[in-house]
């Protein structure tokens, strides 16, 4: 394992390096979550990020998303977007309204210290001001987090691969790694993500992200973790 992950540094590492035509972003992001089931959450987010290495606004995102899950950590997500996108290139500049919508499907494992992650994703980004520009993607990500004792800011790893179904069929390859941390409902995530592309005229990215949500579960929910009912087996 330790080869591994030596492996994966390395080869990130010499991405990072070996870039010439890159830029830094900044996302931030704020949202609160309600679980009103056991296997139901709602959350509403707001998404503000910089482009331009900070220099100029990039888009204002609102999220709305929800969660579903089934047996054994396996996970269904729908998630909506609205989008009041910076275009500050070419002949035509402005704000841009779209909205987007995902869908999507997420497996973990427990394998201590180990948490795996394995999500495939599918979404359709449309122009609301005009009718020709529509965006899809299909998504893979692969994380792990390591459990370490005594440690509240345990590290987490990603790789994404974003592969687009219209158009340019552009790929994008995304390497994340970071780290959360709960504090009484709430959680404070902190991520850099370097994504790159085969597609030469468009740069690579240095991203770092910065999110905050709180989460609130419903009464019934709360009154069952203090009086959990005995379980007889069947």
């Given at each position: 394992m330790k080869n591994h992950l030596c492996l994966l540094f390395l080869?990130?590492?010499?991405?990072i390096i070996g870039q010439e035509n890159t830029e830094s972003k900044f996302w931030t992001t704020v949202g609160y979550i309600y679980q009103p089931l056991e296997k139901l959450t709602f959350g509403i987010h707001q998404l503000?990020?910089?482009k331009d290495?900070?220099?100029a606004v990039d888009t204002y995102i609102t999220e709305f998303n929800t969660d579903y899950s089934l047996k054994n950590k396996l996970n269904l997500e729908l998630e909506l977007r609205y989008y009041y996108k910076n275009d500050n290139t070419g002949n035509v500049q402005g704000y841009e309204n779209l909205w987007r919508y995902r869908l999507g499907?997420?497996?973990e494992w427990k394998i201590k210290p180990f948490k795996l992650f394995l999500r495939a994703a599918y979404q359709n980004r449309q122009s609301i001001d005009r009718?020709?520009?529509t965006t899809k993607y299909f998504r893979t990500r692969y994380a792990f987090e390591y459990a370490i004792k005594k440690w509240d800011w345990d590290p987490y790893f990603s790789f994404e691969y974003l592969s687009k179904l219209s158009g340019n069929k552009l790929k994008k390859y995304r390497f994340g790694f970071g780290s959360s941390n709960k504090v009484n409902g709430s959680k404070w995530t902190f991520r850099y993500y370097f994504e790159t592309n085969k597609k030469r005229t468009i740069p690579d990215y240095?991203?770092?992200?910065l999110k905050y949500r709180y989460k609130?579960?419903?009464k019934k929910i709360k009154k069952n973790k203090k009086n959990p009912e005995t379980k007889?087996?069947?």
């Open positions: 080869f990130t590492s010499n991405l503000y990020r910089l290495n900070y220099n499907v997420e497996k009718n020709d520009k240095h991203i770092l992200s609130d579960k419903s007889t087996e069947v």
